[in-house]
């Protein structure tokens, strides 16, 4: 530990990272965090879902290695440096925590709960939520001065952003040990305010929701609408294709904390985009979206 600035406020070095969910988005926080030098745990529901995690990580290493970005040596070091945790407990060596289960308050508070049990008291504990209170969560710990919202974008390898998001208690030196974290990541830091969705899911999502009103009502198929805005308004994927790679479970989720977070109407989730999550087409993840992943080539799904 480093003395931080503040009467006893201590700042903490972070060398061991610890990972609460091994999906799309804590397999490529552990995979970034490796590849930079941190030891990473990581745990999930089961061995199964770890083993998921793990392998995945593996193969998006080999990836890079194909391509150039990193050599074999840089590949094993890396994978060497994760582990899979079968328990909770497993993490309390952890000088960092970082939740990256899905998007659901309740699964988020029962892991802090139990995380304020065991992990050590100098221990951060963070949040990669896309859109829940900082504050709301952090109160569920023993400590919401040492919690902070760190939100990687995805891929996580590829993206340069996190957002770093501080609830009403978080203190200067919790938020100088997870910037110094990131910047050693080699990604960039946008500070913001803990509002519903944050800034790009605040804006982003909309967006997304109303791609989806656009199918709902008629006014063009999944293809139409991905190639308007692709080719209309340069952006590098369609939002449909886009929500399909978000995961459509965790569009939902944004939407209803922005819907119930700021009771205005403009942020209703679409119905087509409820019907979608409870059918199971959650997107790439299931294979099954806007698109169906499941041939050579994606098929529009309408
Ligand atoms: P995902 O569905 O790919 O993975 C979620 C993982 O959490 C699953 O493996 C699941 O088994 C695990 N999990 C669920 N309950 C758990 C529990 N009690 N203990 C341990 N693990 C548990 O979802 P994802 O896309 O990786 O999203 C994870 C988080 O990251 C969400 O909060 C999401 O909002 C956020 N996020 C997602 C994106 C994105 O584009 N998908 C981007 C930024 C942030």
């Not at 060398?15 to 490529?28: C, D, H, T, Y």
């Not at 974290?181 to 500070?191: Q, R, S």
């Not at 909309?206 to 308004?233: F, K």
Request: hydrophobic content about 40%; charged content about 25%; some cysteine.
């Amino acid at each position: 530990m480093i003395p931080g600035n503040g009467a006893g406020e201590m700042s903490i070095e972070i060398r061991k990272l610890g990972i609460v969910g091994a999906g799309q988005m804590g397999s490529g926080i552990a995979h970034v965090a490796a590849l930079n030098g941190f030891s990473v745990l990581v745990h999930d529901v089961s061995e199964e879902r770890i083993n998921t995690g793990l392998a995945t990580i593996n193969g998006n290493l080999g990836r890079q290695l194909q391509k150039g970005t990193i050599d074999e040596a840089t590949k094993k070091a890396a994978v060497d440096r994760i582990d899979g945790a079968p328990t909770l407990a497993d993490l309390a060596s952890c000088d960092l925590i970082i939740e990256a289960a899905s998007e659901n308050e309740a699964i988020k508070r029962k892991i802090f709960q139990d995380l304020s049990k065991i992990a050590k008291p100098e221990a951060i504990l963070a949040s990669n939520t896309s859109s829940i209170s900082i504050t709301r969560l952090a109160s569920s710990t023993d400590r919401p001065e040492r919690f902070i919202g760190i939100h990687f974008m995805n891929p996580v390898p590829v993206m340069q952003l996190v957002e770093l998001i501080r609830g009403i208690a978080t203190d200067d030196p919790t938020f100088r040990s997870a910037r110094e974290f990131i910047a050693k990541l080699g990604k960039t830091v946008t500070m913001s305010e803990d509002f519903p969705a944050f800034i790009v899911n605040r804006i982003l999502l909309p967006m997304i929701n109303e791609a989806v009103y656009t199918l709902y009502e008629g006014v063009g198929s999944v293809e139409a609408i991905d190639t308007a805005m692709r080719l209309g308004a340069n952006h590098p994927m369609g939002p449909l294709q886009l929500a399909d790679f978000i995961g459509l479970d965790t569009c939902l989720s944004i939407m209803q904390v922005l819907h119930d977070g700021l009771s205005d109407s403009k942020y209703r989730p679409c119905p087509l985009l409820v019907k979608y999550v409870e059918a199971g087409w959650l997107g790439r993840k299931v294979k099954r979206g806007f698109y169906d992943y499941r041939g050579e080539k994606p098929v529009p799904t309408r």
